[in-house]
């Protein structure tokens, strides 16, 4: 008898018919004699309505209570998902974070979670019921209801997985796997069979929504084997592991990219040493997180220029800081709202030369503008205008040969 922590994101759920959808596949499942416990995400579009409604009543909504606002769509999901395996005729009730409780630690609304209580939840499960949990919160230790981060399910479906040591865990959402790229934005991306820990980490965390990167991050440090599979279709998904069987030679795996960021330059600062802390650390009190960062070298040891880029929402914030900042002079201030970062993963780099070159050339070949470069072992990301993105997701797919998978 296996354990399974089966996840159910917003758009599986987002109707009646996907919540009776879903269903079946819990109890296909169950029916098969496993022990079944799920992590439901809000019904998609219920999240974001709550987010609006904190904006309308404050600009500068208590972080406590949006943690208690937000959090309420999955109570709605969960409730709706027991509700039906109920009428199917299958033992199966709805859990609340705080019910568990999963404890969390860190700030309102991106707290992590640090212990979860299984103890009536394995004798719900040994009992023969299925439990539904609320996925993306928890409970502070003094009793608050927090949220861990956006799209944050994954994570509670990966620690939930972790404490109840779970066979398998499934995230189940509405594409069949990981792909090279978004496969809504690029038509020719490819479904990736398996993905080391690493790479799903980058490619999460430069952008590609189909996992949240905390998540895959708690994968990895707990050894847990994910597998990604759409609620949609009945087919074999993608599997993110550590397990070196049967990995294909690619060099790059996948493309990312990301939405909403911001190039922000400082011209003529006056140069120093420090003066790249000092810009950076009323940025980082007001946890504006800042991403690829480009100084000039100073010729004369006097002026220098520096790129930096952050999330285009916190642009507003971060000029007033700038402007407000005694400890720094400098000529002009420039920002650039429609940029975005594209990056190409693949541990497969660090043992291949050139890549860089050929990354570098299929743009140039596309007359597409580099604005900043990043690079790490496993991957290299460009900035560049958010009018070229498309062009040059397809002109990487291609030197790459993932068209060709
Ligand atoms: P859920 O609500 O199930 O958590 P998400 O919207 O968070 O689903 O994630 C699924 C979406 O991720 C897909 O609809 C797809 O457009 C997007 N996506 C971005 N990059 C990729 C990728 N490389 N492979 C698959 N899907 C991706
Ligand atoms: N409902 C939450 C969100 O929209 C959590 C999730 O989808 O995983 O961010
Ligand atoms: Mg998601």
């Given at each position: 008898m296996k354990t399974i922590v089966l996840k159910f994101g917003g758009t599986s759920v987002g109707t009646i018919d996907r919540i009776k959808k879903v269903s079946k596949i819990i109890a296909f499942y169950k029916k098969k004699k496993n022990k079944v416990l799920v992590v439901s995400s809000a019904m998609s579009g219920v999240t974001n309505e709550l987010i609006n409604k904190s904006k309308l009543i404050?600009?500068?909504?208590?972080r406590a209570e949006y943690d208690a606002l937000v959090s309420t769509g999955e109570q709605v999901s969960c409730a709706l998902i027991a509700g039906r395996l109920k009428h199917n005729g299958f033992k199966s009730r709805s859990w609340t974070?705080?019910?568990?409780?999963?404890l969390t630690d860190g700030p309102h609304s991106s707290a992590r979670i640090s212990?979860?209580?299984?103890k009536e939840l394995n004798r719900y499960i040994n009992s023969g019921g299925i439990p539904i949990i609320t996925g993306f919160q928890g409970v502070s230790k003094n009793l608050r209801i927090t949220t861990i981060g956006r799209s944050g399910s994954d994570a509670t479906a990966i620690m939930l997985a972790k404490f109840i040591k779970a066979d398998e865990c499934i995230i189940y959402t509405d594409v069949d796997g990981v792909y090279t790229t978004d496969p809504r934005q690029y038509k020719k991306a490819k479904k990736i069979k398996k993905i080391f820990y690493d790479e799903m980490l980058e490619m999460a965390s430069l952008?590609?929504?189909?996992?949240?990167p905390t998540s895959v991050q708690d994968a990895k440090l707990n050894k847990i084997d994910v597998e990604v599979k759409s609620s949609f279709v009945s087919k074999s998904g993608t599997l993110i592991t550590n397990s070196k069987k049967a990995f294909s030679d690619q060099i790059i795996t996948g493309i990312s990219s990301t939405k909403n960021d911001a190039k922000i330059t400082i011209v003529g600062v006056k140069d120093r040493p420090g003066v790249a802390a000092s810009i950076f650390k009323p940025l980082s009190k007001n946890l504006i997180n800042v991403d690829m960062v480009v100084q000039n070298i100073s010729l004369d040891g006097k002026e220098t220029d520096l790129t930096f880029t952050i999330k285009a929402d916190d642009l507003k914030k971060t000029e007033k800081l700038i402007k407000q900042n005694k400890k720094i002079s400098f000529k002009k201030l420039s920002f650039d709202k429609g940029v975005s970062k594209v990056s190409i993963i693949g541990v497969?780099?660090?043992?291949?030369?050139?890549i860089t070159y050929r990354m570098f050339q299929a743009l140039a070949s596309k007359k597409i503008n580099i604005l900043v470069i990043s690079t790490s072992e496993i991957k290299i990301s460009v900035l560049v205008s958010v009018k070229h993105v498309k062009k040059a997701i397809a002109a990487l797919h291609k030197e790459f040969k993932l068209d060709k998978l």
């Open positions: 404050s600009s500068n909504f208590d974070s705080w019910q568990l409780p999963i212990s979860l209580g299984i952008g590609s929504k189909v996992m949240q497969g780099m660090i043992t291949t030369p050139g």
